[in-house]
């Protein structure tokens, strides 16, 4: 209960002379706080990686004959200093969105495409240009690019978009990124597998359904987490193919 | 105590108020997003949408953390009453820089799809069955809905408008919107990061205000139990001789009611402990230019008949008296707000001016 010796604040009056010391350094403390907090906070982000879009490379034109997975490759024939004949191109349109109504016409046949690299160590992919300008059937024999099976594999790792896993976004992969995962995958840009064991050397893998169809709905659950899969690989030229059996996917911890 | 509905009714206490609360909030921002970066010495930066967002969700928490902290620091020691004055500017504060938290993530990870932004934060991520990649976002959403639903209501008008216990009940959820907070947040980077400094502040924020409101609640109900009157028609308050001009003692009634007795140049007079504002507690502020001020936000009501000096219409309920010696009686039954009671002489008071 309230006594003399007291002092008694009321909002449109002067503050009492007593409450002054203390509400001086309430503000001390509350702007020294939150600027330590900010300072504590900025400092504990962890490091996003190093995927980025390489427009630093300028846009890149090759030609190689297209493949679907289904999602769209693109198996290199005749390349250029950055992408090597021989390399496997996944291919993605803008934002999240994919290329397939471009190059189901021009499947197994040769084709040019243009458009801007991302870059995430081993891991790369293409970000085709609006249109014909992006994809568009080459002149020349289709030679003969040959899939080589590497049998079942048991999995451990992550299932993400490859996109944003490759530059599109830095953090690109992880549980508070998962629902942006979720949505470039219903998009149909190529999921990508980050093995934590290299599979004939190499630790990221193109994912698909068990019969060549697209990322089953069950694993959209799955997205983001570290799991354990199974499932038959492929070798397309440098890339990995991985036909996920869905009946297999456990969570891990 | 408005009769003309402004949108703020400013004064130096709330000027400054405002000043330190944006100066904190600004130099948040700055330092998580201009000087930490340097520091962090990353090969490539994260992205700034991401980063952007990230600092304002943060600063959110860390506001929406010291906010809920003032009330139960305020009840365990007056002397913080001071800042509960324009604990609302501070609230509304809060439900701008929440906002454009949302914003940033929006427009970034749930943007450049074919299908709208808004309803793709909807349907992206539809784990509702499972711990592990939980859509947390939903939590955000339903915080952010009830940041903004009180901040909306925060002016006085629609404290009158739906009435003052209405309007308290509404804004009770600031509670859930917390905890809702704290589960985005437990649900989401949380899980997903290497670094475990902001897990330490996350759950030292969360221990605080859980902690602090607990200890104000033990420390009402011993307060309570000493105040709580027997199931009689006159209560005793307590002995002139324990009252001091120009304050008041309180009574808590058998019904759930407050009564503040006040003792005005040796004169007794009795009115709800509840201000008409915001409930506040009439009983511990005190009389100043012959009115009883309230401690939270200094609305006035004359002591005699519970009214607000005009041109201010507020009214609170009075309640009868009678001296037995030097014993103060208080009726139980309140009278209709704004009645007027004639001040009982305090008896061996009668000298006092
Ligand atoms: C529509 C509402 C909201 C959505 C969609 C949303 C979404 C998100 C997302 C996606 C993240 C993870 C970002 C990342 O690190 O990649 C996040 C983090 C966070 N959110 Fe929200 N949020 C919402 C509302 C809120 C509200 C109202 C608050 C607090 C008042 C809040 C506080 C936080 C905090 C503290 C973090 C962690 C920031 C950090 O990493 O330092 N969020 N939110
Ligand atoms: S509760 Fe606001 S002035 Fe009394």
Known sequence: MSDNDKPFFVGYLPTPKALRGLL???????ISGLSGFGLAL???????????????????????????TPYPLLRVTEGNERIPAGHTLMLAGGGKTNVESRAIPLEGQ??????????????DMLQLRGGANGISAAEGEVPQIETVPLGRWKLAGEICDGKCLAGAMRPGRGLAHKACANLCLLGKVPPVFVSTQPV????????????????????????????????????????????????TLEVLD | MSVKYIPVQWNTNKYIYDAVMLLGVALFLYVFLYAAPDILSHERPINSQVHNARAFGA????????????????????????????????GVMTTFVAITHAGYIVDWYFAFSSSNKYEALLFANTSYSQLAG????AFGIFALFILIVLAATSHDFWMKFLSPPLWKRIHYLIYPAYLSVVAHVSFGILQDQQNHVFTGIFMGGAVLVGGLHLMAALQERRADQAL??????????CDVSEMKDGFAKIKLLAGGDR??????AGKLSAISNACAHQNGPLGEGKIIDCLVTCPWHGFQYDVASGRSPAPFTEKVPTYNLKTEGTAVLVDVKANPPGTYVEPVPAPGQEGIS
């Open chain 2, 228 to 237: 709580l009157a027997p199931t009689t028609e006159w209560v005793h308050v």
């Open chain 2, 134 to 137: 939980f859509p947390f976002e």
């Open chain 2, 259 to 264: 009564v503040a007795v006040y003792l005005n």
């Open chain 1, 24 to 30: 001086l350094a309430v503000c001390v403390l509350f």
């Open chain 2, 59 to 90: 600063c959110a928490f860390v506001m929406l953390t010291v906010i809920l902290c003032i009330g139960p620091l305020a009840r365990l020691d007056p002397r913080f009453l001071p800042l509960l004055y324009n604990r609302r500017h501070f």
């Open chain 1, 42 to 68: 900025g400092v504990a982000q962890d490091d996003p990686g190093d995927g980025a879009f390489r427009f630093d490379y300028g846009r890149q034109t090759v030609t190689g004959v297209v493949e679907l």
């Open chain 1, 200 to 247: 004939d050397g190499s630790e990221f893998l193109l994912v698909t359904g068990p019969n060549g169809e697209h990322l089953p709905e069950k694993a959209y659950h799955y997205v983001a987490q570290f799991i354990s899969l199974e499932g038959d690989v492929e070798r397309r030229g440098d890339l990995l193919v991985l036909r996920m059996d869905p009946d």
């Open chain 1, 110 to 123: 040769l084709a040019q495409v243009s458009g801007t690299m991302l870059q995430r160590g081993a891991l």
